[in-house]
């Protein structure tokens, strides 16, 4: 028998909140969808919230969500699911029904069983699991898609360019290449979207990629050990045994024909014929010991989880391994260039130095072994050697603070070089031959600071 409450038909479910069999609704002039803040719903419109469905007590309905809103929304009935009908009346008169996660016109069955469809709705805070994400999603956000729920939560992938990948916003079908970006070369495996729209908080993102199987014919049941894809022999057992010697081969055209959105462990030789690295802004290696290319294209080796050395800089004799460096971070608002002599702030950053200032004196550190920018970290030599430097400075000759801040060979002294009683005598090293271009110069860093004119 079926039962009735406030224009919700259950039929077979029992009790109202009752989750089985299917459920039969009507709303007045709007087809049913899923519940969204920018939508403006009059009166006796319905829609999906939170897993239950609801209708508009009043019109000009917006922005009103419908757990919080009971002055605005009243609750037809618990636990949608597919299989659940609509009937709307007066105008727009159609039948809906709930398929996939999404309200679709009665008739228009789908000609194909969706092998993955997996929810993703747009969050305040932190997200507790892989369907969920932290909003307002910007425009060019990159978004990895949700774990197979129905595979063992497997990794899924779609195939660039295939178009075996449908995204719904809100039960509405998004266009790819206008509302979203595929990202990854034509024909690979891809996890991963970028938006090309916003979406905003209580949005919910639908993932669905499409196995076309009649529904004639078409069965569950237990696998046969037929293997159509990688992730398939990946998820019968993810280890390959290659025989000694003979290793597995990937064959393709030009350009990557592998990507790995993760990490790689190796436990034997790797023997490429090239490597190429792309240009980090930071170093990403946090505390693990390993190389990568700065921005500058400059290879770093960075050893024990802690600091990083310039090979390439230390290769071309910029920066000479006998140097101790340490590193800083230049928020001056300019950029400081190489062998120049900082000293600290209050905060612990890199200044320029002034030699009328007792806590510059004090907090001298060295000369910079490169060029850093505004709101970047980098070397400063504090002891040794920096080589191939560029200076008119006389081999032998000592090396001091100016008064202006720079480098001079001309010993401080009041009246001397712009010097005036009271400014501070700081002397940073000595000038050198290079030994292995000795028509070039290094200087030998070892500062003191004298004392006070």
Known sequence: MAQTRIDALILGRGPITNATDAASVFTANNAVDFYSALTTYSQYNCAESGGHMWRSKVAGNIGNTPASSPNYWERLYSSTKDGDFCFVIGSGATIMQRQGGVWLVFGNHPSYVAAYDEPMD????????????????????????????????????????????????????????????????????????????????????????????????????????????????????????????????????????????????VTGLIDPKGMTFSREAVDPLGANDGIWVNSAGELNYKQNGVGNTNITQALSGALSIEATTVTLTNNTGFTITEFVPVCLNSSGELKLVSVSSAADAESFVGLTAESISHGASGKVCIVGKLTNISTAIALGSGVWVSSTGSITATPPSIGVGGFISGDWVIKIGLISKNLANPSNKDIIISSVNVGQL
Do not use: M
Not at 163 to 187: I, M, Q, S, Y
Not at 227 to 254: E, M
């Open 122 to 265: 747009v969050i305040v805070g932190v997200p507790v699991n892989d369907n969920e994400i932290t909003g307002p999603v910007l425009t060019g956000a990159f978004i990895v898609l949700p774990l197979d729920s129905r595979d063992l939560n497997t990794t899924e992938y779609y195939v660039v360019g295939s178009g075996d990948l449908e995204v719904r916003l809100n039960g509405v079908k998004l266009e790819v290449g206008v509302d979203w970006l595929e990202v990854g070369a034509t024909g690979s495996n891809s996890t991963i979207i970028q938006s090309n729209i916003q979406f905003e908080i209580t949005d919910r993102l639908v993932f669905r990629r499409l196995s076309h199987h009649n529904l004639t014919g078409y069965g569950g049941g237990g696998g046969g050990g037929s293997v159509n894809n990688l992730q398939d022999a990946y998820n019968g057992g993810n280890t390959i045994a290659a025989s000694v010697g003979v290793p597995f081969t990937v064959t393709g055209l030009s350009g990557k024909v592998a990507q790995f959105n993760g990490d790689i462990g």
